[in-house]
């Protein structure tokens, strides 16, 4: 346990962003495990965009890298795609 009050402070922010971060990627995993679920091609389109949006929200805000953002999005797409392509 720090003893003086700037680490003590600096363990406080550190939950704080620990607990924020945890969340954030919760959240995209909830939404990714959904997005390959059993539900209509029209959710799964509308589930796409929002969460494009998580994803490019959390690169921004550096929870995750811009490039593993880049990268599950590219994946999500091509599933898309090709669950849409299957339905034709």
């Known amino acids: 346990m720090p003893n003086s009050e700037s680490p ?15 969340y954030v990627k919760r959240t995209i995993s909830t939404l990714s495990k959904k997005m390959v679920s059993d539900i209509p091609i029209d ?10 949006s998580k994803l490019d929200k959390a690169a921004k805000k550096g929870v995750i890298h811009k490039r593993t953002s880049s990268r599950r999005k590219a994946r999500l797409a091509a599933y ?8 034709e």
């Open 43 to 52: 959710e799964k389109k509308k589930l796409l965009i929002e969460l494009y």
């Open 8 to 22: 003590r402070k600096r363990l406080r922010q550190d939950k704080k962003r620990a607990a924020r971060n945890n």
């Open 80 to 87: 898309i795609n090709k669950i849409d392509q299957a339905a």
